[in-house]
């Protein structure tokens, strides 16, 4: 079953402004990972944040999380056209065996030139 | 580098035909994982292993099969093919820790 839920599940914004999207889960987690998916891609990792962190940052990437809220939020600064992909949070859950990670379902993002 | 490795990229099977998957990678990661991913679904894992000769199940393993006999490689068995596993395959290696996965470019099989 999906721990991570994303929101919106479809975003459209004109290239430079910021896009901001967010994630949120059910149990306790270990860390919380964003990835990104072109289409007809595999997915590549964009961040890891631990759930000791609060806020991470790389280059226009900007990632917070708020454990007593689950939630996390991914903030890409200044959007390019090749921004444009599906976006994951996916979660390393507390308790378990063998740190399985678990998907949310995705945003699509769209940057119109 | 090479990272991780999937073949082929593209199969078409008919119901009741069996066929492996193949997952290589080349990064020495401990951790390696299938998973399928279906339209608005995101991605469900169907198996996993932990190291050389260790696997276990994830969240969707019924029709599929996995062995690691060694590190760098982990092949998915579909035994007899259902329309049903219809889908973009991924598989996805890390190390040991608190560490990000690294995808193949994944397998898109269609069973008629």
């Known amino acids: 079953s999906q721990q991570g839920e994303e929101d919106p599940q479809a975003l459209s914004i004109q290239e430079g402004e910021n896009a901001t999207m967010n994630c949120s889960y059910k149990?306790?987690?270990?860390?919380l990972q964003w990835y990104r998916q072109n289409s007809g891609r595999g997915l590549v990792h964009l961040i890891l944040i631990r759930s000791n962190e609060r806020e991470k940052h790389s280059g226009r990437l900007r990632v917070t999380l708020d454990t007593s809220k689950k939630s996390s939020s991914l903030l890409i600064t200044a959007s390019r056209a090749a921004d444009t992909a599906s976006y994951f949070c996916a979660t390393v859950a507390l308790t378990g065996a063998n740190s399985k990670l678990t998907f949310g379902k995705g945003i699509t993002l769209s940057v119109r030139p | 580098n090479a990272g991780v490795t999937q073949t082929p990229k593209f199969q078409v099977l008919k119901t009741g035909q069996s066929m492996t998957l193949q997952c290589a990678q080349d990064?020495?990661?401990?951790?390696m994982s299938w998973y399928r991913q279906d339209p608005g679904m995101g991605l469900r894992l169907i198996h996993y292993?932990?190291?050389?000769?260790?696997?276990d199940q994830g969240e969707v393993p019924n029709g599929y099969n996995v062995s690691r006999s060694t590190t760098e490689d982990f092949p998915l068995r579909l035994l007899s093919a259902a329309p049903s596993q219809t889908s973009v395959y991924f598989c996805?290696?890390?190390?040991?820790?608190?560490?990000?996965?690294?995808f193949g470019d994944g397998t898109r099989l269609s069973i008629l």
């Open positions: 990064m020495n990661h401990e951790y």
């Open positions: 996805a290696s890390r190390s040991r820790g608190q560490q990000p996965q690294h």
């Open positions: 149990t306790s987690i270990n860390n």
């Open positions: 292993s932990v190291g050389a000769g260790i696997t």
